[in-house]
């Protein structure tokens, strides 16, 4: 019976986690929302999501918070298409999204019956590794973690003016 309901419990847990990440993709423009208040209110939807899960509950809010550096940074590329910065965060961007998307297939055809356990996993990888390749090409002259950095900085300079206003 323990087992069933861990078993249950588990299930849940995926099905909120794949329901948080498919939000998290999205962004304000989607709700036709104010930056700020979509962010609060991502916020407020993860930790009430979470809120049986402490450590899941931890690691989504870190998550959005790196969404949302990940989103002003897009805006600066948007801003400043020709440099160098703006190309490597539409690399990695673009990386990220069609990896995910494909390992979501992936899963989906799993799911219906479509591939096996093994025939899953390696597709995954695949669509992984190449993900992976784009990364590291994209890291030789631009790293992934000053980009963050970047990110992290435009992030907290647009709350510092969402408080004084």
């Not at 939000?23 to 407020?44: C, F, I, N, Q």
């Not at 989103?71 to 069609?98: I, S, V």
């Not at 669509?127 to 992030?155: D, H, I, K, S, Y």
Request: with cysteine; net charge negative.
């Amino acid at each position: 019976m323990n087992e069933q309901v861990d078993y249950e419990y588990s299930l849940s847990l995926e099905k909120r986690a794949n329901m948080f990440h498919k939000e998290l993709r999205k962004g304000p423009h989607v709700y036709g929302m104010e930056e700020k208040a979509y962010w609060e209110a991502l916020t407020s939807y993860t930790a009430e999501l979470f809120s049986d899960a402490p450590a899941e509950q931890a690691r989504g809010l870190r998550r959005v918070r790196a969404g949302r550096a990940w989103y002003y940074l897009g805006k600066l590329a948007k801003a400043h298409p020709n440099t160098k910065e703006a190309a490597a965060y539409r690399m990695y961007d673009e990386a990220h999204n069609q990896g995910l998307d494909r390992v979501e297939q992936i899963f989906e055809s799993w799911r219906a019956g479509l591939i096996d356990d093994e025939e899953c996993r390696a597709q995954a990888e695949r669509a992984l590794a190449r993900q992976r390749a784009v990364v590291a090409l994209t890291n030789a002259f631009v790293p992934l973690e000053r980009l963050r950095m970047t990110g992290e900085m435009l992030q907290l300079e647009q709350m510092t003016r969402d408080a004084e206003s």
